[in-house]
């Protein structure tokens, strides 16, 4: 079956970096895009990156363009966010999750959901 399991969130003072993993398994990275999102305690849950499982095309938010990347490890069936000039304002619970298919379409196309990990940018 397909599960995601996120880890790297963690404490960082603005300007900082940290990278988070999303492991998969029950399927291969080809088969469905991959997006991160984002929850902000009392915010809906967003979208902020998404890579095609195709060919691995990446796609950002306006808000996060230029600060993260996202990026993929077909060998460890891995997909990483490298998250880097943090913000307060990125204090979130990111989750990863497969879309629906294997490019990337509407954030509403979930298919599985992480668990999430949690990050929190504070001085």
């Known amino acids: 079956q397909v599960q995601l399991v996120e880890s790297g969130g963690g404490l960082v003072q603005p300007g900082g970096s940290l990278r988070l993993s999303c492991a998969a398994s029950?399927?291969?990275?080809?088969?469905?895009?991959i997006a991160w999102f984002r929850q902000a305690p009392g915010k809906e849950r967003v979208g902020v990156s998404c890579?095609?499982?195709?060919?691995?095309?990446?796609y950002y938010e306006d808000f996060v363009k230029g600060r993260f990347t996202i990026s993929r490890d077909n060998a460890k069936n891995t997909v990483y966010l490298q998250m880097s000039n943090l913000r307060p304002e990125d204090t979130a619970n990111y989750y990863c999750?497969?879309?629906?298919?294997?490019?990337?379409?509407?954030?509403?196309?979930?298919?599985?959901w992480g668990q999430g990990t949690q990050v929190t940018v504070s001085s």
């Open positions: 999750a497969t879309l629906a298919f294997p490019f990337c379409t509407s954030y509403r196309d979930v298919g599985s």
């Open positions: 029950g399927f291969t990275l080809d088969k469905y895009a």
């Open positions: 890579i095609n499982g195709n060919d691995g095309n990446t």
